[in-house]
């Protein structure tokens, strides 16, 4: 390690080192799970893998927290989920990111299919002649373990 220069206290060397690695790893977490661009010193071909499992891994979560929307999307579900966990970074939790994902989609006209799309937006409960999507299968655990802990 090196020493700190004359008048430089060894505190202010290590908070310049934390904000140096915090900064750096700011920079790879937005590379792997935003969009952003590599950062310098790091394998692009490394990174790549890791975004695409990242962004894999997201898709299969997307589809168990709302398994209707595989369903509605049918093959291009895969696809459309992957850039979408590509482009976007995870904000919220996962359910949220559940109905970003159809929020975006919307938006942006895809699919081309208006009965697909009109199931896209009764998922999300904005079609009046729908009923919005149940919960999550994870939400209805949480909740039987609260009913279940006040009947207890």
């Known amino acids: 390690m090196a020493e700190p220069s004359p008048g430089t206290s060894p505190g202010a060397t290590t908070d310049a080192a934390r904000e140096r690695l915090g900064a750096a790893q700011h920079a790879l977490l937005a590379a792997l799970t935003a ?29 168990k927290v709302a398994p209707e929307l595989p369903v509605i999307l049918g093959d291009s579900y895969r696809r ?15 359910r949220q990111d559940a109905a970003a994902f159809v929020r975006a989609l919307l938006t942006e006209g895809v699919p081309d299919d208006p009965a697909v799309r009109a199931r896209l937006a009764g998922w999300l409960g904005e079609d009046p002649g729908t009923t919005p999507a149940p919960p999550g299968r994870f939400a209805r655990l949480r909740r039987g373990t609260r009913t279940q802990r006040k009947a207890g």
Do not use: I, S
């Not at 893998?49 to 962004?55: E, I, K």
């Not at 459309?80 to 939790?93: F, N």
């Open 35 to 63: 969009g952003a661009p590599d950062p310098p010193g790091f394998d692009a071909a490394r990174l790549r893998v890791q975004r695409d499992v990242l962004a894999g891994k997201r898709a299969d979560v997307l589809a």
């Open 80 to 94: 459309l989920a992957l850039a979408h966990a590509r482009a976007r970074p995870l904000t919220g939790g996962h």
